[in-house]
């Protein structure tokens, strides 16, 4: 019609970066300072994400006395497999062996942890769950197998396997291309890590302040 008004927008195109690492500083009923990062999925931005958290608390350690660090899987399903890898780094020391990825033909690859800027001096917990899985628990078996992490929670998942989609006429296959070797050997596939110290009352909908009631 005659009196229809165009408007014209312009669109420019960014790449969006996703927050998945949320940090704070809570206070435990035992009067522990303790320094919390919940990291909800692994993407190419989240070793960079726990890099600045860490930063932030070693700039306000006067401010803050942390004296623990924990690091919430709980619900964390994965994600991009090297972000896991490196997220690792960031608290081993160096020539620490993170994982090992096997392929069909038994060649493996392993991870090591160069110790750049790593946080190895504070004691260090993770909370996982039975939803925590894939590059949630290459972070977790990594900490675990090299005696620098306590978990706590309950089981994992057990996603120890690197898949790739291969289409067909109708949808797709998934196709096993290698699978994950802890540092101490163990294939968890289909079977999970088991925690240091079980929380059985840590629900998921829980704080980490809760269900780390009587244990930090």
């Known amino acids: 019609a005659a009196d229809?008004?165009?408007?014209?927008?312009?669109?420019?195109?960014?790449?969006?970066?996703s927050k998945s690492v949320e940090s704070g500083v809570f206070t435990s009923n035992k009067g522990t300072?303790?320094?919390l990062l919940k990291i909800s999925s692994f993407s190419q931005e989240t070793p960079n994400q726990v890099r600045t958290s860490l930063q932030e608390f070693q700039n306000n350690k006067e401010e803050t006395n942390i004296a623990a660090l924990v690091l919430?899987?709980?619900?964390?399903?994965?994600?991009y497999m090297p972000a896991g890898v490196d997220v690792a780094k960031l608290f081993l020391p160096p020539k620490t062996r993170i994982i090992s990825e096997v392929d069909r033909t038994q060649r493996a690859t392993i991870y090591v942890s160069d110790g750049v800027g790593s946080e190895t001096s504070l004691p260090l917990y993770l909370l996982v769950d039975e939803r925590t899985a894939s590059a949630s628990e290459i972070v977790t078996a990594a900490l675990q197998d090299n005696g620098r992490a306590t978990i706590?929670?309950?089981?994992?998942?057990?996603?120890?396997?690197?898949q790739n989609v291969q289409p067909l006429?109708?949808?797709?296959?998934?196709?096993?291309?290698?699978?994950?070797?802890?540092p101490k050997g163990n294939d968890i596939h289909g079977v999970g890590i088991t925690p240091n110290l079980a929380?059985?009352?840590?629900k998921s909908i829980d704080s980490a302040a809760v269900c780390l009631t009587n244990v930090i």
């Not at 929380?199 to 840590?202: A, H």
């Open 4 to 17: 229809e008004k165009v408007t014209t927008i312009q669109i420019t195109r960014a790449v969006i970066a």
């Open 33 to 35: 300072n303790v320094g």
């Open 72 to 79: 919430d899987l709980r619900g964390n399903a994965g994600g």
């Open 152 to 162: 706590l929670g309950s089981k994992t998942f057990g996603k120890g396997r690197i």
């Open 169 to 182: 006429s109708e949808g797709g296959i998934a196709v096993t291309r290698a699978k994950y070797i802890t």
């Open 199 to 202: 929380l059985e009352s840590c």
